[in-house]
């Protein structure tokens, strides 16, 4: 049964002293991928910044800025040997309920139309597509649009955002 954690994944705070080996994971993830110093200004600039660690080793990770009335999922990551185990939805919901606790009305994310799995993870946990950032990220040729979807809370919760 290897799709079976054989610890569950403790979720906490991520740490200075951790910078490095997050972005060393996030290098094996994307092509394009944040530096160990996106990561310290993260840190630096107070968002919230989580892992979720399983015996001893950071398996995922995310990132969330939060505004006034509303969140910036900046970044979401599960190792590539530790993927398709339920790990990016349990980190994705400790964000929403980290906004939800904070009165954030929507949260607002970027996801490559090429990204599928993370498309419809989003989708599964009722993110709506709201607008297209076209040349947003870097390719390996040229640059890719991002798909911006947008989660809203409280009130207006699972309606999607007006174009």
């Given at each position: 049964?290897?799709?079976?954690?054989?610890?569950?994944?403790?979720?906490r705070?991520?740490?200075m002293?951790?910078?490095?080996?997050?972005?060393a994971?996030?290098?094996?993830?994307y092509?394009h991928?944040?530096?160990?110093?996106?990561?310290?200004?993260?840190?630096?600039?107070?968002?919230?910044?989580?892992?979720?660690?399983?015996?001893?080793?950071?398996?995922?990770?995310?990132?969330?800025?939060?505004?006034?009335?509303?969140?910036?999922l900046?970044?979401?990551?599960?190792?590539?040997?530790?993927?398709?185990?339920?790990?990016?939805?349990?980190?994705?919901?400790?964000?929403?309920a980290?906004?939800?606790?904070?009165?954030?009305?929507?949260?607002?994310l970027?996801?490559?139309?090429?990204?599928?799995?993370?498309?419809?993870?989003?989708?599964?946990?009722?993110?709506?597509?709201h607008?297209?950032?076209?040349?947003?990220?870097?390719?390996?040729?040229?640059?890719?649009?991002?798909?911006?979807?947008?989660?809203?809370?409280?009130?207006?919760?699972?309606?999607?955002?007006?174009?």
């Amino acid at each position: 049964m290897s799709a079976v954690l054989s610890q569950s994944p403790v979720l906490r705070p991520m740490r200075m002293s951790e910078v490095k080996a997050i972005a060393a994971i996030e290098r094996t993830v994307y092509s394009h991928p944040w530096t160990a110093g996106n990561f310290r200004d993260s840190l630096q600039a107070g968002y919230s910044c989580w892992v979720l660690e399983c015996a001893g080793q950071i398996v995922a990770y995310g990132v969330l800025m939060i505004g006034v009335d509303e969140a910036h999922l900046l970044n979401l990551s599960v190792a590539k040997e530790w993927q398709r185990r339920g790990l990016g939805w349990q980190l994705l919901q400790h964000f929403i309920a980290i906004a939800r606790s904070g009165e954030v009305q929507r949260i607002f994310l970027e996801v490559r139309p090429s990204n599928t799995a993370a498309r419809a993870l989003y989708r599964q946990a009722g993110f709506h597509e709201h607008a297209v950032r076209r040349s947003y990220y870097p390719a390996q040729v040229g640059r890719e649009d991002a798909i911006l979807m947008v989660l809203k809370l409280g009130s207006g919760q699972g309606e999607e955002v007006t174009r």
